[in-house]
């Protein structure tokens, strides 16, 4: 019988963070591709856009105008998914597989940068440090108010993945409930916290207690010879999670220390925070033929 082969076999992964199994069938990367495949974006947008209710200067729907920004801008979402308290009461659900809970928070939204042509992967990494302390703001204010329970900064980038306007921006969901990922994820963080000890040289989470993303950290970066890893810096590493489910899916860690949030960053760490979203985002753009003009393959190396 031949020894087993992950580059080869299928084979189940197990992903700790979900406490679930990924299906891996490596062989099946053999197979020809007739399917669809998308074209390069060859749009060529201007600096300035009179029509993007994103750009300095001009109008909102709801009939607002923006101020003339030079770096970031953030406004209530004119569209938010979410609305402010008071909510309205839990109704009694007809039948039990019919039930529906209320839910209350807020939505915004953070313009990167006023040029309404550049991406993330465009701007230096100084403009992304002014992004990353936005977002800390954000994180600051929303989690301080009544009930929010959860705050998820995120960024759809292109049409496919729904972005309704190609101005660079992204946007923060502050919610009355933790969404059931995250949910899985922080449980699962707590049982792996109290049910395992930290490993030499590690990050120690809280009171000295292992922290599963801290030990999978240490794990990639100094004890395995895969190559995992894409980039790191002195406190990051952007890695292919060993459980990756999507294409091109990455996880950016903190690997030094243990960081409970986004607002525990010092300023180093914000400044090379910014510099791996500059070099992961560099990458992606390339990979998917999109004009880069910020960094390039070398400076991975």
Known sequence: MADFDPSTHPHRRYNPL?????????HR???PWL????PPQTTT????DEKCYLCPGNTRSNGERNPQFKDTYIFDNDFAALLPLPQPETPKPPHPLLTTQPVHGACDVLVFHPRHNLTLAQLSVEEIEKIVHAWIEIYNRRGRQEGIKYVQI????????????PHPHGQTWSTSAVPTIPSKELAALRHYSLQNEPSAGAPRGPEGRACMLCEYAHVEVHTTEEDRVVVKNEHWVALVPWWATWPFELLVLPYVRHIPSIADLTNDEIASFADI??????????????????NSWSDLS
């Open 29 to 31: 990367t053999k197979r």
């Open 154 to 165: 995120f960024e759809n980038k292109g049409s496919m993945m729904g972005c309704s306007n």
């Open 18 to 26: 979900l406490d679930e199994y990924i299906l891996v069938s490596p």
């Open 35 to 38: 399917g669809q495949v998308e």
């Open 277 to 294: 979203l500059s070099s992961v985002t560099v990458v992606y753009d390339n990979l998917f033929s999109l004009l880069v003009f910020a």
């Open 45 to 48: 947008l201007p600096a300035y």
